[in-house]
């Protein structure tokens, strides 16, 4: 038997019946694709968490206004006025596990220049936020501890606030721009950040000294948060516990009572994303499963019925002088075809509808070449096995008894 | 005729058992065929000719007795061995053609020889064509099955089991859907190739058709009950000739 004979036989009867082998094709690809796409996603998700923990860095500690009992009322954080500026010169002159500290405050508002106007969050911090944030001035400078103790009316542009109010490219610095009717001098412009993981705009923000958000934007006299960085990573808890410490002493709190603030490290939220995203992985794992086990099992159920329907033809062949290997051989070859074919495809469609999910709906994605290998290994082998063994039957039987299967 | 044995059933049975019953289709036949002869069987309807037949082309077994097929047993065969006697050295015609469904005529008549390896793509194409040919199908070659009448499928399934040029041809009701002067053009067709010095086992209903074979067995309920030869066969192609061709 010539293997080109055994090549022309199932093409030919594969040309014969175009529709079954598009619909066994079908569950391949659907196989196939989904699961590369459900685990794109997957990881893609992954991916974004982790690189958004880097970018926020690693080593920050937040410090918000606690949500302890007053009076058996439970409090929003953000009527809370539980910390004071005194807090953070507290922190800034004793915390020996703290490189930097800023406090924060912020106000959403109006900035206008000349016709210009746009919508953003004005906050108020110290120098060291930069250091905190990891960001960077692009052009002119950062304010000063000086203009801090000032309440200077000066402020530093994130670039999408300058787009925004400088849209013919003039240079923003030295421009006055107002904020809720505040003129504020414009001294510098942050480095530009992009989106981050999360879609989120980093570049919306506009920085002023503290003191004089909270004195001429809010007339306030106490302070929304803190920022802070641990000197390292994995100190995160000792400089935690040493903030604690001081804030209850500043709160004169007693032993026992609750702490009328709320410290989260930056290492805890990173656990806590990344069980989050643990267990996205693991749901869209099920999900990819199921839908390769109900892939498998279409596959499965489309060879086996055309095989079995095919016992005739089969008898046939057998009647006319193929051997039982040829017959073995035929199927084998039709079903490598349909299965490689459709798990092709299946990966091509896969990587597109990933490619699709991150172009429309800005999902982070990435396609992984284990979860191809895995869904086209699974899809081919089915595929590949219920050709044939249904065949193998079929070609055991005398041709006779084939030739009248019914 | 000589005196070579190519067919030597003894004692030939079949039973098949449905639910609890056996049925016995062949109850114990035995005769021998030697090469060259044209031998026509018949029967009432249900008698076994179909069941011996399957078993004379090697596509089934028989339950019991001896069939040698050209000094060779059957019964001893390999399975492999089985497929390549039926590939190289019978052509069988099925009751009910049994063609490859959407599959055109000339694909179907080259089957036979797509399981053979010493044949190459144009000599398959060659023989294909020639054996439509024979059988008056030179116009019909790139037909699909279900696009013919009965009768042609009929012709396209002898085609196909004359195209591996066998040794032996078994044929089930090889006329049984043919109008007379088709019938007859068949019937030429075999007698040429009986001439020729090929073996024909021929099945049919129609009595008439004992005129012209050189040897006639008739089956009841799985028994031979007549086995006569047949010294002068009638020639079909006088027949043939004689029949008023059908304007069209
Ligand atoms: N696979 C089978 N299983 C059970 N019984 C069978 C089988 N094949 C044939 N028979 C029985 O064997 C007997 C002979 O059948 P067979 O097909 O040989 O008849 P036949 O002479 O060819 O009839 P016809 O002229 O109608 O074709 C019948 O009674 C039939 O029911
Ligand atoms: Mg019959």
Redesign the interface.
């Known amino acids: ?2 293997f080109s ?1 055994l090549i ?2 199932a093409l ?1 009867a594969l040309n ?2 175009k529709l079954r082998c598009f619909l066994t094709m079908l569950g391949i690809i659907i196989g196939v694709g989904s699961v590369i796409t459900m685990l794109a996603i997957g990881q893609g998700s992954k991916n974004s968490i982790k690189a958004q923990i880097s970018e926020m860095g690693s080593n920050m500690i937040m410090i918000h206004p606690g949500t302890g009992q007053r009076g058996g009322v439970r409090q929003s954080s953000d009527d809370m006025q539980t910390l004071k500026e005194e807090d953070y010169t507290t922190i800034h002159d004793n915390a020996k596990y703290v490189t930097a500290i800023s406090p924060q405050v912020s106000s959403s508002g109006q900035f206008i220049y000349g016709n210009n106007n746009y919508p953003s969050q004005l906050q108020g911090v110290s120098p060291d936020y930069l250091e905190i944030r990891q960001l960077k001035i692009a052009e002119g400078s950062m304010f000063t501890d000086h203009d801090v103790t000032t309440a200077a009316k000066v402020c530093v542009l994130g670039q999408t606030v300058v787009d925004n109010l400088f849209p013919n490219g003039e240079d923003p610095v030295g421009k006055v721009v107002r904020f809720n009717k505040i003129p504020l001098t414009v001294i510098g412009v942050l480095q530009e950040k992009g989106t981050n993981s999360m879609g989120q705009d980093q570049d919306d923000v506009a920085l002023a000294p503290y003191t004089t958000v909270m004195k001429r934007v809010l007339a306030i006299d106490y302070i929304q948060g803190l920022f802070a960085s641990a000197i390292d990573e994995n100190l995160s808890e000792e400089a935690s516990a040493e903030i604690t410490a001081l804030l209850r002493t500043n709160h004169k709190l007693k032993d026992g009572a609750d702490d009328d603030f709320n410290i989260r490290t930056q290492q805890e939220l990173s656990e806590m994303m990344s069980s989050t995203s643990e267990m996205m992985t693991v749901l869209l794992g099920c999900v990819a499963g199921i839908s390769l086990l109900v892939g498998g099992i279409g596959i499965m159920n489309i060879m086996y019925v055309s095989v079995t329907e095919r016992t ?2 089969i ?12 017959i073995l051989a035929q199927f084998l070859i039709e079903s490598v075809i349909i299965s490689i074919t459709g798990g092709v495809i299946g990966v091509l469609l896969g990587c597109l509808a990933a490619w699709m999910v991150n172009l429309f709906a800005h999902w982070p994605v990435q396609v992984q070449l284990s979860a191809i290998l895995l869904s086209f290994t699974v899809c081919t082998v089915t595929g590949v096995f219920f050709g044939w063994y249904p065949a193998q039957k079929a070609a055991n039987l ?4 084939a ?1 009248r299967y019914e | 005729m000589t005196d070579r044995e190519i067919i030597k059933i003894t004692d030939l049975r079949r039973n098949f058992r449905v639910g609890d019953e056996t049925v016995h289709a062949l109850r114990g036949l035995s005769f021998t065929i030697h090469e060259g002869e044209f031998v026509t069987i018949m029967g009432t309807s249900g008698s076994g000719k179909s069941t011996l037949l ?1 078993i004379l ?1 090697c ?3 028989p339950t019991s007795g001896d069939y040698l097929l050209d000094g060779i047993s059957v019964q001893k065969m390999s ?2 061995q089985r ?2 006697i ?3 050295k019978i052509g ?1 015609v ?1 009751q009910n053609y ?1 063609l ?4 055109t005529s000339i ?1 179907n008549v080259e ?2 020889l ?4 010493t044949y190459n793509a144009r000599q398959r194409k060659e023989r294909a064509i020639r054996a439509l040919e024979a059988v008056g199908l030179h116009d019909r070659l790139y037909h699909r099955s279900n696009q013919m009448s009965g009768g042609q499928q009929q012709r396209v399934a002898i085609a ?1 089991a004359l195209v ?1 040029d066998p040794v032996i041809i078994l044929a089930d009701e090889a006329t049984g859907n043919l109008d007379t002067r088709t019938s007859f053009s068949i019937l030429t067709l075999f007698q040429e190739l009986h001439a020729r010095g090929r073996t024909i086992i021929f099945v049919t209903h129609n009595p008439e058709l004992a005129d012209y074979s050189s040897r006639n067995i008739v089956l009841r309920d799985g028994k031979i009950i007549s086995d006569t030869i047949n010294e002068s066969p009638a020639s079909a192609r006088e027949v043939y000739e004689s029949l008023p061709k059908e304007e069209d």
């Open positions: 038997m010539r004979n022309k036989i030919r014969n019946n005739r033809e008898g046939l062949r057998m009647a006319i002088g193929a051997k039982g290997r040829d005398n041709p006779i008894d030739l | 399957n082309g596509l089934d077994i399975k492999p497929a390549t039926r590939n190289r069988f099925f049994n490859l469904p959407k599959t694909e089957l036979p797509l399981y053979n390896a196909r591996n």
